[in-house]
């Protein structure tokens, strides 16, 4: 199992917590998702066929940015 760690700006409440966890849950091969509104960061375990750019581009398909990996 992979992990991933990146810090995530726009995330402002429990909404935008709710639609990116269900949005990259969404990807096959994503297991658990962590998400700290209180950092702006999110944790993400996944195995294949899920990669780190198909996760990359979830999550500013959702309308974050990715401030940091």
């Known amino acids: 199992m992979d992990t991933m760690f990146c810090s995530v700006s726009g995330m402002q409440n429990k909404e935008s917590k709710t639609q ?4 990259l849950k969404k990807i096959d091969g994503v297991s658990q998702v962590g998400v700290n509104l209180t950092t702006g960061t999110i944790q993400i375990d996944y ?3 899920a990669t780190e750019n198909a996760i990359k581009d ?3 398909d959702s309308g974050f940015k990715i401030v940091f990996e």
């Open 47 to 49: 195995n294949t066929p």
């Open 20 to 23: 990116i966890k269900n949005a």
């Open 58 to 60: 979830c999550i500013e």
